[in-house]
């Protein structure tokens, strides 16, 4: 009698990646007012994972030299992720801060979104968050470049 044994090497389970993006205009205020411009979607594509968070984070905000008159800090830009823009696949994408009311200073980094499913089926979701600068009255004239960046894990 001849026994026939199956044995089955799975796909390499996917890390969740992230894209946005590349650069973002947030606009210009005076001293002491604010600015605030939607920066694009982000969109985080999984297969094979049944849970991930995506994390957004930014760096202080420079002009000139980057002396300490010439930055901005990063607690002064605030974050919202919105609602979903669109999804595939089964699950459920929770997002961070769904309304301008939930807003977050990127002093550190905040949660954007969460996402969670019983299968391992492949999924997108999709969001376009919004960013808020605040402008300290003391900021000296001039464009100031920083960091926003998203990650996922």
């Known amino acids: 009698m001849t026994t026939t044994a199956l044995f ?26 604010t600015t605030t411009v939607q920066m694009g979607q982000v969109k985080v594509t999984s297969s094979g994972v049944m849970r991930w968070t995506a ?10 030299s980057g002396l300490p008159s010439q930055t901005i800090a990063r607690g002064n830009l605030s974050y919202w992720s ?12 929770v997002p961070g801060q769904p309304t301008s009311a939930d807003k977050v200073a990127l002093d550190t980094a905040r949660t954007a979104f969460t996402y969670s499913t019983v299968n391992t089926n ?10 808020v600068m605040t402008v300290p009255a003391s900021a000296v004239a001039g464009t100031y470049t920083g960091t926003v960046t998203h990650s996922v894990a």
């Open 55 to 64: 994390t957004v984070s930014a760096t202080n905000f420079t002009t000139g």
């Open 8 to 33: 089955t090497i799975p796909e390499a389970l996917l890390a969740p990646a992230v894209t946005a993006p590349a650069s973002a205009n947030i606009g210009s205020a005076q001293p002491g007012n």
């Open 122 to 131: 492949s999924s997108t979701v999709i969001w376009q968050p919004t960013l």
């Open 82 to 93: 919105g609602p979903i823009v669109t999804k595939t696949g089964p699950g459920t994408p």
